[in-house]
C-alpha cells in the first residue's frame, strides 16, 4: 500500500474516532442528573416526594409554592426522598426538587381530612395531651362547696354504690363527694343540707371510716380535711371514735388569761385555722392559709384578728411574722 493509501486510512480512522467521541459526550449531556420525580404519600398535613438519582452533586434542595403564589426553601437533603410537613388541608402545591443545575416540578394537592401517617418516624409530641386536667372543684352541684382546694385538687360527687359501705349507707346518706390530688392543710367541704359528717380516709385500703368535725358557715355544715378521701353528710350520727383532729386543737393551758394589746402586728399563716368567737371557743369561720391578717392583742395562746370582716381568735402557733412585735 502506498503512502497516499496510508495518509487517508489514517483521516478515516481519526474521523470516525472524532465522531463517537462527540455523539457519547452528547448523549451525556442530554441525561438528566434526576428524573422521576413523584408523589408517594400525600395526607391532609403532609406530602412525601420521591425521585431517581443521577450524576453530580448529592445535595438536593426543596421548594415549595403554595396556591396563593408564595415560594419557600423547604428543605435539603442527601437521599432521593423528602417528607414535606405542616401542609394546609385540601390545598394545591407546586413542589420543585433542584440538583446540579436541573430541577423537576410536580403539583401535589394535600387531602381534605386529617389522616394517620405510618411513616415510622418519631411522632410530634402534641404538648396538650400533657396538661394538668382542668380543677373540678368549683364545678361541684350548688348543694355541695369545697373551699381552700388548689389546681391540682380534683373532685365529684358520690352515691352510695360507690362508697360500697352499709353501715354508712344505713345511717342515710344526704349526699358525698370525693376530694383528692394535692390537698393543702385545709381544705373545707360545705353541704346546703343539715345532718351529721363522716369521712372516709383514702391514705388507708380499704379506707377508713372516720368521723369529722362538723361547724356550721354562711347556714352550712361544713368539714376541714387535709387528705384524700370522701367526704359524707349522713342524716342520723354515727359513734366512731377517732375523730379527724383540726390544725388548731385547744390548748392546754388555762382559758383564764389577760390580753395583751399588740401595736402594728401582722402575720401570714403557715396553715389554714378556725376562726373562733373567743379563745377556744365556737367556730365562726376559717383563715385560709397565707392569709395575711393584722393582730389587735394576744390571749394566751391565742391572737385576736380580723379577717374578710370577722373579727374573732386564731391560735398563735401557726403564722410567721411580716411587721412589728407579734409576742
Not at 65 to 85: H, P, V
Not at 284 to 290: F, P, S, T
Request: charged share 20%.
Amino acid at each position: 500500500m502506498c503512502e497516499r493509501q496510508l495518509a487517508q486510512v489514517f483521516r478515516t480512522a481519526l474521523f470516525i474516532l472524532l465522531a463517537a467521541t462527540l455523539l457519547s459526550a452528547n448523549v451525556a449531556l442530554a441525561q438528566p442528573t434526576i428524573w422521576n420525580l413523584r408523589a408517594t404519600e400525600v395526607t391532609s398535613n403532609s406530602i412525601k416526594i420521591k425521585w431517581e438519582n443521577g450524576q453530580g452533586s448529592v445535595n438536593y434542595l426543596i421548594y415549595v409554592d403554595s396556591s396563593d403564589g408564595e415560594r419557600a426553601l423547604t428543605g435539603y437533603t442527601t437521599g432521593t426522598s423528602y417528607r414535606i410537613k405542616k401542609l394546609r388541608p385540601n390545598t394545591k402545591y407546586v413542589i420543585t426538587v433542584y440538583h446540579d443545575h436541573t430541577e423537576l416540578v410536580i403539583r401535589v394537592r394535600t387531602e381534605k381530612e386529617e389522616e394517620t401517617e405510618e411513616t415510622g418516624e418519631v411522632e410530634e409530641v402534641d404538648e396538650a395531651r400533657y396538661l394538668p386536667p382542668p380543677v373540678t372543684c368549683p364545678d361541684l352541684p350548688p348543694a355541695v362547696t369545697v373551699n381552700g382546694h388548689t389546681k391540682f385538687a380534683q373532685c365529684r360527687v358520690v352515691d352510695g354504690g360507690a362508697i360500697g359501705r352499709t353501715d354508712v349507707i344505713e345511717h342515710g346518706i344526704v349526699a358525698a363527694v370525693d376530694v383528692w390530688g394535692f390537698l393543702p392543710t385545709g381544705v373545707e367541704v360545705c353541704f346546703r343540707n343539715a345532718g351529721w359528717t363522716v369521712f372516709l380516709d383514702a391514705t388507708y385500703m380499704p379506707r377508713k371510716l372516720m368521723p369529722l368535725l362538723s361547724f356550721d358557715r354562711n347556714g352550712m355544715t361544713c368539714g376541714l380535711i387535709d387528705r384524700a378521701g370522701t367526704v359524707v353528710l349522713l342524716r342520723e350520727p354515727m359513734q366512731l371514735s377517732e375523730p379527724i383532729v383540726p390544725a388548731d386543737p385547744p390548748p392546754s393551758a388555762p382559758a383564764e388569761t389577760s390580753p395583751s394589746p399588740l401595736d402594728n402586728c401582722l402575720i401570714k399563716l403557715v396553715e389554714t385555722l378556725f376562726l373562733r368567737a373567743a379563745p377556744g371557743g365556737e367556730i365562726v369561720g376559717l383563715v385560709w392559709l397565707n392569709s395575711e391578717v393584722p393582730v389587735f392583742e394576744t390571749n394566751g395562746d391565742w391572737y385576736k384578728i380580723e379577717f374578710e370582716g370577722k373579727t374573732g381568735y386564731i391560735s398563735r402557733f401557726y403564722r410567721k411574722v411580716l411587721r412589728g412585735n407579734c409576742d
